[in-house]
């Protein structure tokens, strides 16, 4: 059994700051990426940023330069950091987790329930 759990979401200013953490446990083997998707109302899911496991990070252009993606291995967690939040930034964020289990041979996609982000203008 694996749990992918989100916090940190919440109401900012334009311009303001927010910090997500994401937190995986249960029955982990061992996990390579780790990321953030987020999806806006009426708007398909999208990648926002991403890191695999030797730590080179991806960004969707719309967040480089403001967004910073991070990882505690040691803590199964990862953490984006967004700061120049704009009004388009609004949508739940997703965490993502490729992990495999004790049971397991295969890397499988875990999900969290999703945290709220709301930037207002």
């Known amino acids: 059994q694996v749990q992918v759990v989100e916090s940190g979401g919440g109401l900012v200013q334009a311009g303001g700051s927010l910090r997500l953490s994401c937190v995986a446990s249960?029955?982990?083997?061992?996990?390579?990426?780790m990321g953030w998707y987020r999806q806006a109302p009426g708007k398909q899911r999208e990648l926002v940023a991403v890191l695999i496991s030797d730590g080179s990070p991806n960004y969707a252009d719309s967040v480089n330069g403001r967004f910073t993606i991070s990882r505690d291995n040691a803590k199964n967690t990862v953490y984006l950091q967004m700061n120049s939040l704009k009004p388009e930034d609004t949508a739940v964020y997703y965490c993502h987790a490729a992990i495999r289990t004790l049971r397991d041979n295969l890397f499988r996609a875990y999900w969290g329930q999703g945290t709220q982000v709301t930037v207002s203008s």
């Open positions: 249960g029955s982990i083997f061992s996990i390579n990426t």
